[in-house]
Structure formats: structure tokens, C-alpha cells
DNA sequence: CAAAATTTGTTTACAAAGAAACAATCTCCA
DNA sequence: TGGAGATTGTTTCTTTGTAAACAAATTTTG
């Protein structure tokens, strides 16, 4: 007597299909996945792009502020800023007030590098709930932004 | 003339404070780091106990669908259940009518483990939107589930 | 039926991200 | 003032997860 599971959507999930964190791990790494499909290797990958979004609308943003606000750890942000240096895409500056921190600016060459990025950016995410209507869709990204304390 | 930004809050996002993407990555952070605050180091880590409680729920389960269901990469899959079977949690049987396939079942122990940390893994779940109030919380769970499928 | 293509899982090499320890600087207050 | 404690960033080590190449078994198809 066998009767084994055979696809994915016949699995019991039982009460973990209600579970917030389980399934926000879902969407995340669907939204992640889809992205690759459809945009590709665009040259910048979503977490790059978000990091030079925020210094783009910031200006001499500290390391640490923008950590926070992204949520990226300090040893990584670190990693992140270098490699963005690195591809001249970035400049730090220690500022006079407070030596140890370092401000950060997009080059030039960023600027116009974001600006295109985010057109494709932005049309993708436009995409991203393609399965909701438009109303769910609303609701879904106000109920994000109360829940993460953005609003 | 200078006005730099001092914290997070004051970080200008412009548009990305409305990607579901970048939401949905805070709201999966915040989760996974309060979870840590609350249940601390509590031997089975979320990961961990998904996998074990989707096996639970379907004993004799293959490797791929599993991984399929939970979105774990085959090579990662492959470690996670090695790991757990050193911890002598699960066991792996080839199936005789698909010599490729491997069928995980949970050891006794393990079904013990599992249905003890499923109280404090769903408490914990319960306490997550605290910031929503219940409607809320059930309507993002709902918008949730419909966006990845799960309905 | 036999060769080609696909599926399943493993291995190896690598990338992304976090933890802990550390150094430099700054803040606060006794 | 000056020393204790906090903040900021870096380094090193480890964990977590992915990518690509592979082997074995199965399915497809000519």
C-alpha cells in the first residue's frame, strides 16, 4: 500500500501555510527568482540597485544609516561599499564632525548608471503582483509597509 | 552647509518604500530577527523546523518535492537532510519502483522534537503581526497565501 | 528495442550574509 | 579633565545558500 506524494501542491503543509514568516519566505524568494527569469543578468542585481537607489536619494549618507535602513549588517555593508567602490561606483568621505564614519556618494557615472537601472527596476516590480488584482495589490503593499513601520 | 541624516527614519526611499520586493525582504528580516530575540537559540532553527514538520505531515516524502514546496535547492536539500540525519532526526530510504528517488521519514525522536517545538514556533507565529490589528494580520495572510500560490 | 533526453541526487567550488573580536574615535559624566 | 562606555567601521571566521559538473536511474522517442 503505497500512495506517495508526487508534486509539490499535493503536500500537507498543515498549519505552516498560515504562518507569516514561512510564507514570507515564499514570496521573497519567488519575487528573487522571477526577477532573474525576466530581467536577467542586468548587471545590477536588486540588492546593489537598492543600495545606490537610497545614496542616490541621500546624499553623503552614512554606512551605518543606510545599513540600518536597508537592514544589511555593518561587516556586510562594508563588503557591499567596498565592491561598489571597487566599480567606481561610490566615494567615502571621512567627515570632519566624526572620523570614524564614513559618508557616501555616487560618482557621476553611478548617477546615470541608477537612472537607467531603474527604469527596468521599477517596470518589474510594477509586474511583481501579477496574480492579484489591482486592489490586492494595494493592500497587500500598505499592509507591508504598516507591518515593517514604514508609513 | 551641512544637513547630513542622522537615522533611519529620516532616510529618503522614494519609490522603493512601495516594492513588494524590498517589503516583503525588510518584513522577512524583521521576522527572522525577532524570532531569535524571542525564542533565542531554541535547538531547532526556523529552517529546520519546516522541514521536519512538512515531513511530519508527509511521511515518506522525497527529497525533490520537498525542496520543491519549500523552495531549497536540490544541492542545499541534500545538506540540510544529511545534517539532520547525523543528528539521527530523519531516515532515507530508496524506493524500490524509483532507484533515484530518496523517501525521508522522521525518526520517534524526531516526532517528539517536532511536536515540542511546534509550541513554541506557532506561539511565536502568533505574535508576529502584533503591530496589525487581527484583521489586518488575517487579510495579509490571505493576500500572502494568494500570492504565492498557496489558496 | 536502443539511443537521446530528462530526472534525481550528490559533489565541488564559490558567493552572500552574519557573528565575534578588534581598533579608532567620540560622548558623557564624575 | 580624564577615564568608562558607546559608536563606527573593519577584519576574520563561520554559516547558509547557490551554480555547475557529474553519475545513476528513468522516460521518451525514432
Not at 7 to 23: H, I
Not at 86 to 91: E, F, G, I
Not at 120 to 141: C, H, I, M, P
Request: glycine share 6%; proline share 3%.
Amino acid at each position: 500500500m503505497d500512495m506517495p506524494i508526487r508534486t509539490a501542491d499535493e503536500v500537507d503543509l498543515d498549519r505552516l501555510n498560515s504562518a507569516l514568516g514561512f510564507l514570507m519566505r515564499l514570496a521573497q524568494l519567488k519575487i528573487y527568482e522571477r526577477f532573474f527569469e525576466e530581467v536577467g543578468e542586468h548587471n545590477l542585481k536588486p540588492g546593489e540597485f537598492s543600495v545606490l537607489w537610497v545614496i542616490l536619494h541621500n546624499p553623503g549618507i552614512r554606512q551605518s544609516v543606510l545599513g540600518q535602513r536597508l537592514m544589511i549588517k555593518r561587516a556586510h555593508m562594508t563588503k557591499l561599499i567596498r565592491a561598489l567602490e571597487d566599480q567606481n561606483l561610490v566615494s567615502r568621505r571621512i567627515p570632519d564632525g566624526d572620523r570614524r564614519a564614513v559618508e557616501i556618494t555616487l560618482t557621476p557615472e553611478a548617477v546615470t548608471r541608477v537612472e537607467q537601472a531603474s527604469q527596468w527596476f521599477f517596470t518589474y516590480e510594477a509586474s511583481v503582483g501579477a496574480n492579484l488584482t489591482a486592489d490586492e495589490r494595494r493592500q497587500l503593499t500598505a499592509l507591508l509597509q504598516k507591518f515593517v513601520g514604514l508609513d
